[in-house]
């Protein structure tokens, strides 16, 4: 029965997918019994992911200064980590207190902005393609009044008390974990490859230690050049806003520093919400906006990108798109934020085990061409 189930390779897939499916079923109804390993690596991801991103920034500095400087690696470590929350406490006193200022008086003036918003709209019946539109009516089903955006403001915090308490007591952890994965990962992570490759065999050690290199080679020249470039936009878009007379200049800049973490969507949407603040009240003043933000996107695209993270990343930008809706779908903001890394990844392993590939059947055709030539040498 067995030999004739292998023989008959149809009904041999047919019993594995069935199989398959089997043990998908069991494992959904048994799920219960795997919740406290998916809790606990969930609580671990967000130390470990905000602890690796730092460690990839700071982790070049340490290497340079126990390289160059001649200072031993835990010393630089310490160095590292007082310069750090140094700049951290600066920024804490001196641009998070201007942002929360400016995020206020954001949240005060929407209203007016609503207003202007309003008259704009009401402006538009004088034009002839508008004329045969009630649009008084619709403004008015829009109710752009105080109390109403007060009560739903005060509505959307009531019901989301308990999200804000998970979220306050899940930063709790974070800021209170972080700094020891940070330390660890600086102090040990050079020991952390040849660790990994005692689990492999004898054999295949140097290509897996290799894989390893060019996996962390991907990882870090991401991150690192996604912080340059986040600060690069940062930058250039708050001077740009400070020359143009842009209220919440600071606030602006931060979000599409931030949105630039998203590629090629990601300062379009950075740049909306400067925009939308502007377009109903000077709209010459938008258009610079949009001005500005296209020769920023050339500097970065032209320049900054390609010396910073060159061809490392060589992804297609139909790939890209299509990473960020899957990403996104799956995991909301952070999948579309992890998806280009984590699809550069997996590219990177399938690109090095194609290689290996080739190389191992290059090789094999070579030694059957040499033993072909030995055995035509003896006869």
């Not at 019946?125 to 539109?133: D, I, P, Q, T």
């Not at 689990?199 to 990882?219: C, H, S, Y």
């Not at 377009?279 to 320049?303: E, M, R």
């Amino acid at each position: 029965m067995l030999e004739k189930i292998r023989q008959s390779r149809l009904l041999f897939w047919t019993l594995e997918l069935v199989l398959l499916a089997t043990l998908v079923f069991v494992l959904t109804k048994i799920g219960f019994l795997f919740s406290p390993v998916g809790t606990f690596f969930s609580t671990l991801f967000t130390p470990v992911l905000v602890g690796g991103f730092l460690f990839y920034i700071l982790n070049p500095i340490v290497t340079v200064m126990e390289k160059y400087l001649k200072i031993k690696r835990i010393f630089g470590i310490l160095i590292v980590f007082v310069l750090f929350l140094g700049i951290l406490t600066f920024a804490l006193i001196n641009f998070i207190p201007s942002l929360i200022e400016q995020m206020s008086d954001l949240a005060k003036n929407l209203p007016t902005m609503a207003k202007q918003v309003q008259e704009w709209a009401l402006g538009l019946e004088k034009y002839r393609v508008f004329r045969n539109l009630d649009i008084e009516s619709y403004v008015k089903q829009l109710d752009f009044s105080w109390s109403d955006i007060a009560k739903n403001t005060l509505n959307g915090i009531a019901n989301s008390l308990g999200s804000i308490f998970n979220f306050v007591a899940a930063t709790t952890v974070i800021i209170g974990t972080v700094p020891f994965v940070l330390f660890y990962m600086l102090k040990d992570g050079e020991k952390l490859v040849p660790m990994l490759a005692k689990a492999v065999p004898v054999r295949q050690r140097a290509n897996f230690i290799d894989l390893l290199g060019e996996m962390n080679k991907t990882i870090a020249t991401y991150i690192s050049g996604q912080a340059i470039e986040c600060l690069f936009v940062f930058v250039m878009m708050f001077f740009g806003y400070l020359i143009l007379g842009i209220k919440y200049a600071f606030l602006f800049a931060v979000i599409a520093g931030l949105c630039n973490l998203i590629p090629y969507i990601g300062p379009y949407l950075g740049l909306a919400p400067s925009f939308l603040a502007t377009v109903f009240v000077d709209p010459f003043k938008a258009l610079i906006i949009i001005v500005i933000v296209l020769v920023v996107q050339q500097i970065d695209g032209n320049l900054i990108y390609p010396n910073v993270i060159g061809k490392t990343l060589s992804i297609h930008p139909l790939a890209i798109i299509f990473v960020l809706l899957v990403a996104g779908n799956i995991a909301g903001l952070l999948g579309i934020f992890l998806g280009v890394p984590f699809y550069a990844i997996c590219k990177t392993i399938i690109k090095f085990i194609w290689s290996l590939y080739c190389a191992n059947k290059a090789n094999l055709e070579q030694e059957k061409i040499e033993e072909e030539t030995t055995q035509s040498e003896e006869i």
